[in-house]
């Protein structure tokens, strides 16, 4: 196999949130319970943090601010150690269960909470679970009304909880002043399979994603964009009992091996910030007005 492009810089992405804020379990976890669990987030955060440090890569990570609200340390030394804070909404609630008016109200919060803590302007947000698509293409919108610059949030496959197929694969001005960057697919037998992170890569070898990757950066010649949780780095987090078996095989498959196919991951391609790729935002950044 031939050695991954490393003229291509590619956005390593990290969804903020805890393993009990997870989408799918939302039938089996309430909302109101999040307070009673056992947090591992800032923890798993800081092995990142440290994971980053030793490869001299920078990232973006998409903050949930429930989170950072609860974890203000944290959100800081992410900051410090040069990456860049972006949004994942307050409350982990898919942008196609709220109204435009509680839409609003999620992702503005959330923006004030990171730039106050952060002290630097806040232009990217992920929708949770790429909850952004044919039926509510009004959330675009929303997040210019709210001061974002990018988002993170249509992704261009046929998925069971998310997608939108027919959506270009690569980064677009989606509306005047918005860009949207979907998450990495790559072209196979006219299918766009998801090249990106996530389940996906727990799952596959190793040397798959690496292929698929190489391929987005040599025949498409594009930047790829990589998502993981810092729950799936932490094979010893509470495990939740009475889930489906589609749900526990997600949430669970090879999470003890994962840090270390990371690790590889980061070694063999080189990554960068989301910001610095695709809106040129200088390595000096904005502070806060
Ligand atoms: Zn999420």
Known sequence: MSQPSQTVTNALTIDVE??????????????DDWDTRECRVERNV?????????????ATFFTLGWVAERYPAMVRRIVDGGHELASHGYGHQRAC?????????????????????????????????????TGNLWALDTLLEAGYRYSSSIYPVKHDH???????RFAHEVRPGLIEVPPTTLRLFDR???????????LLPYGVSRWMLQ?????????????????????????????????????????DRNERKLRR?????????????????????????
Do not use: C
Request: aromatic share 12%; net charge negative.
């Open 162 to 168: 998310y997608g939108m197929p027919d959506a270009p």
């Open 97 to 133: 269960d709220l109204t435009p008016q509680q839409l609003y109200e999620d992702v503005h919060r959330a923006k004030t909470i990171l730039e106050d803590i952060g002290g630097q302007a806040v232009l990217g947000y992920r929708a949770p679970s790429f909850s952004i698509g």
């Open 46 to 58: 800081d092995r990142i943090l440290g994971l980053l440090e030793e490869q001299g890569t920078q």
């Open 192 to 202: 766009n399979l998801p090249s990106s992170g996530g389940g996906f890569f727990r």
């Open 215 to 255: 391929q987005v950066n040599s025949r498409d010649a594009q930047s790829a964009i990589f998502y993981f949780h810092p729950w799936e780095i932490d094979e010893s987090q509470p495990r939740i009992s009475g889930i489906d078996a589609k749900t526990r095989f997600r949430h669970y498959v090879n999470i």
């Open 265 to 289: 991951l980061l070694r063999d391609f080189r990554w960068g910030r989301m910001d610095r790729i695709f809106l040129g935002q200088p390595a000096q950044e904005v502070a806060v007005a």
């Open 18 to 31: 805890d393993y009990f804020q997870v989408s799918a379990f939302a039938p089996y976890i309430r909302r």
